[in-house]
């Protein structure tokens, strides 16, 4: 697995005022900030497909219980696409919705009040900042092109497996 690690030359500290310092640390938390937001909307998208694929699997489970007859084509259908329904519900849930490791704004106090942090110079703390706030956003934007692969793949197979059935289905009616 390939981690990005940002290193701060000494050199360029000298050329980091106190205004320059503050405009950058805007705009890491910018970055950051836009990682969460895209976090909780693609935890909506799985959430709302959740329900839809959960809903949907048991609708057709009831309609496979409400059939007389369980020995023909729309049947194997009900049941298969309750099935796969189902397990995609249970990818998403577990890809997508439990609790993970995400980062978020701020420092918490026992990190900015250690005796080796205070020592420094205010640009290399802020630096030091900087570093925290990149390894952030890498944090989230993994988590978040994870998240988005789940729910994409998760989406197409749910659209392709009615379509394959209803293939399959055509092929059998033409070769008789």
């Known amino acids: 697995m390939k981690t990005n690690t940002v290193t701060v030359k000494l050199k360029s500290l000298n050329l980091l005022t106190p205004e320059k310092t503050d405009f950058l640390q805007n705009c890491f938390e910018s970055v950051l900030n836009h990682t969460i937001s895209a976090r909780e909307s693609l935890h909506n998208k799985a959430g709302f497909l959740f329900a839809l694929f959960g ?25 298969i696409q309750t099935i796969w329904l189902s397990v995609l519900s249970a990818i998403i849930a577990w890809k997508c919705m439990l609790p993970s490791e995400y980062a978020v704004t701020g ?55 009615p379509i394959v059935f209803w293939l399959i289905r055509l092929l059998f009616l033409i070769g008789g």
């Not at 309609?63 to 007859?69: F, G, V």
């Not at 205010?122 to 925290?132: A, D, N, S, T, V």
């Not at 993994?142 to 197409?156: G, H, R, T």
């Open 55 to 79: 809903g949907l699997s048991a609708f057709l489970f009831g309609k496979w219980l409400d059939m007389k007859d369980h020995n023909n084509w729309m049947s194997v259908f009900l049941i």
């Open 107 to 161: 420092a918490e106090p026992k990190n900015m009040t250690s005796d080796a942090f205070l020592s420094q110079e205010l640009q290399k703390m802020k630096c030091g900042y900087f570093i925290l706030l990149q390894n952030r956003i890498d944090t989230n934007r993994k988590f978040n092109d994870k998240s988005a692969k789940v729910i994409v793949v998760s989406a197409i197979v749910a659209i392709t497996v």
